[in-house]
């Protein structure tokens, strides 16, 4: 493996995977930002996530899906990042509230937690902040 990787085309398809990876990352932050300028402040982001949560809780939706897989949640995963980029990071006293021994990141944005929990996969959780916690510039 090692001489196949000093080869040209070695270094070539080194470049190619690496560089596939750097375009999907680009790709990720130029949709938050348009997001964020578009959905950044409270009321059209909470508008927005209604739309979000009423889509995935629908019936047509998860049957769709439940006879051949898990329903896909790509757009939970999309709101995780954005809250990641544009939200706050969680002190000690939120990740003891929210968080759990399957957490692994948690930041919270407009009045809802994020979380990615790991297992046997990955599942992104949002949880709705009690009033104690929104004394955040949410």
């Known amino acids: 493996m090692k001489d196949f990787l000093d080869t040209e085309e070695g270094k070539k398809s ?5 560089g596939g990876i750097q375009r999907k990352e680009d790709m990720l932050n130029s ?5 964020h300028a578009k959905c950044g402040d409270k009321e059209s982001f909470l508008e927005f996530f209604k739309k ?15 006879e051949d897989s898990e329903p896909e949640y790509a ?7 954005y809250a990641k980029k544009y939200g706050n990071s ?3 006293a939120e990740w003891s509230k929210y968080g759990n ?3 692994g990141e948690l930041f919270q944005v ?29």
């Open 52 to 66: 979000v949560e009423a889509k995935y809780d629908s019936i047509e939706y998860q049957e769709r899906y439940w």
């Open 110 to 138: 407009h009045g809802y937690y994020f979380q990615v929990m790991n297992g046997q996969g990955s599942v992104i959780r949002i949880d709705k902040a009690d009033d104690e916690f929104l004394n955040y510039n949410i």
């Open 101 to 103: 021994m399957f957490t």
């Open 31 to 35: 949709q938050l930002d348009r997001f």
């Open 14 to 18: 080194l470049e190619d995977f690496f």
């Open 75 to 81: 757009l939970h995963w999309f709101l995780f990042e």
């Open 90 to 92: 969680c002190d000690d």
